[in-house]
């Protein structure tokens, strides 16, 4: 029997970038709920929200103060309530983001962990510094940037943060963590919650706290990611919560292989998010222009597929650049690159994540300047180049490729002021397009990378073999991209262009024969098909 997620497609919601209601400038719960006709029109069925927790916002959400209550600034728990009950009517379930490699240091435990003699002490990672205190414990550094330990003199002792200082990880070796982090996961699933996305959830153990070896970035790293334990907690987890709801769960896992990846999907969660093809433009050198590398992307893609029974498949969220830049061209095709990509996303095998705005093929911010930046990542890296003294442009073009801002803006809803999100002063600005790029323009156009996505949706759903069936790549030149999907007899082909140029067919391929299910390009014909043109796509039905 297929489960829920196996058949429907997840969209993500940055709630505090979707809809304002009360024009405070911030999206709210009852922003959604207002939205939640659009998103079963769209054809989505689960939705993913950011976190919504109480939160001093230091990392907007991703430092939580208090699990069992709402961030004011969403609304209530009243609200989250009604958003369950009311997606519920339309057949939407809720997904929340689950954070439990750390917490505020404004969350009670923490705060009370400060004493030596609290119980709550080793809730935390607190040791003392090396050189009589006055040195960090080890080398590690934090994956935002800077020393991974942070002093307090009124507790006379480090402790440790992988990300922010405002975000000090839970020491898992006690298991009193692992209770109270199981109190939480019931307290939500029994309000109706279908599941969590797993925030940095392969590496919430550290296996020891030696010094890390000595590399560019994130020192320490060997020491905590994916280690034995993190899975023995996993599977501890699904046996005393996951197994006993119909719930569905992903793993955010940067850094994952193919091994442990398939351990983690085997009774500890039920996908998990790589960042191999998201990445494939990635540079080693940030100073240089990202470019899409379109061998990496096949060949991740490919090998993700063939690895994995089932993926969470996803080219852009919350904390990526957005992908028509990365791997379309939205000042040329957009449409045409935009639906391509809707393609190979709603096609490949596993479930579909969208990510809001990408269904309209939103874009990163082209002119966000230091000052305006919220992310503290983007804000980090800045400061550090400017006090390294690399010139303000410079500085600002590498800050501005690592900013996650980029993919935090407003939705763009209308051609309206704000892009209809809020009637107040955006907590961040709108992106300047907004007026040739919002749903409301793109659900009356007639070519539009909304209905692309609406289409695609709908086509995914109605068709077992796009659904379920197997995965099958063939070998073709790396201007694009082709596979099968095959299913109790019946079979699937999908062709994409990854360029903005034509592309010469095989003639393995202009002898195929087929009926096409879907194509970007109007009045495309597969029958004697020689070339593709720029960005091109299409679903064959082969005979």
């Known amino acids: 029997m297929r489960r829920f997620f196996e058949e429907e497609v997840v969209y993500q ?33 689960i939705l993913w929200l950011s976190p919504i927790y109480a939160s001093p916002n230091a990392d ?15 609304g209530t728990m009243d609200d989250f309530e009604r958003l369950i009950s009311e997606a519920k009517k339309r057949g939407i379930r809720i997904v929340m983001d689950l954070v439990v490699n750390h917490t505020s240091n404004k969350h009670q435990w923490f705060i009370a962990s400060k004493n030596e003699n609290s ?95 000595r590399r560019v970035r994130t020192i320490g790293l060997e020491h905590y990611l994916q280690k034995e334990n993190n899975h023995q907690i996993l599977h501890t987890l699904y046996e005393d919560v996951f197994s006993h709801y119909d719930c569905m769960t992903v793993g955010e896992t940067g850094g994952v292989d193919f091994k442990n990846a398939r351990r983690f999907t ?30 990496r992307f096949k060949r991740t893609l490919f090998a993700w597929q063939k690895e994995l029974d089932w993926n969470a498949v996803c080219f852009e969220n919350h904390d990526q650049r957005r992908s028509l830049p990365r791997f379309g061209n939205p000042k040329k095709y957009p449409y045409e690159s935009g639906s391509m990509l809707a393609t190979l996303l709603l096609t490949m095998r596993g479930t579909p994540f969208i990510y809001q705005g990408e269904e309209i093929g939103m874009t990163n911010y082209k002119n966000l300047k230091p000052e305006e930046y ?7 890296i800045y400061s550090l180049l400017r ?38 002063v955006p907590w961040l600005p709108v992106n300047g397009d907004y007026q040739e790029v919002n749903v409301l323009k793109e659900q009356n156009d007639e070519e539009s990378i909304y209905k692309a996505y609406k289409t695609l949706l709908k086509l995914r759903r109605e068709d077992d073999v796009l659904r379920y069936g197997t995965f099958e790549e063939t070998r073709t030149k790396s201007s694009f991209i082709a596979y099968y999907r095959l299913y109790e007899g019946g079979l699937r082909f999908v062709i994409a262009n990854l360029t903005g140029h034509r592309v010469k067919l095989p003639q393995w391929i202009k002898r195929m024969r087929g009926e096409v299910l879907y194509s970007n390009y109007c009045g495309a014909g597969f029958l004697f098909k020689k070339v593709l043109r720029p960005y091109e796509a299409l679903i064959i039905k082969i005979r």
């Not at 907007?60 to 969403?74: L, V, W």
């Open 13 to 45: 919601i940055y709630p505090r970038s979707f809809q304002d209601s009360n024009g405070d400038g911030i999206g709210d719960l009852n922003g959604i709920i207002s939205r939640l006709d659009y998103l079963r029109e769209l054809g989505v069925k």
């Open 60 to 74: 907007y959400g991703y430092d939580i103060s208090d699990y069992f209550s709402i961030n004011p600034e969403f």
């Open 119 to 213: 119980p709550y002490r080793s809730y935390y990672y607190w040791r003392k510094g090396r050189k009589d205190n006055k040195l960090p414990p080890n080398n590690w550094t934090s994956n935002f940037g800077g020393s991974a330990w942070t002093y307090v003199e009124e507790a006379d002792a480090w402790y440790l943060h992988l990300f922010t200082p405002e975000q000090p990880d839970l020491d898992w070796h006690n298991p009193k963590v692992l209770e109270e982090v199981e109190k939480i996961l019931r307290f939500y699933l029994d309000k109706g919650v279908y599941g969590f996305r797993c925030d940095v959830i392969n590496q919430i153990y550290k296996e020891s706290l030696a010094d890390g070896k």
């Open 266 to 295: 085997n009774e500890e969660l039920d996908m998990v998010f790589q960042f191999d093809t998201i990445n494939s433009d990635s540079r080693k050198i940030p100073l240089l222009a990202p470019k899409m590398q379109k061998k």
């Open 374 to 380: 919220k992310d503290v990542v983007g804000l980090y």
């Open 387 to 424: 006090k390294m003294h690399l010139p303000r442009k410079t500085s600002e073009r590498v800050a501005s490729y690592f900013n996650r801002d980029n993919a935090r803006s407003p939705m763009q809803w209308n051609g309206e002021i704000n892009a209809g999100f809020s009637t107040g």
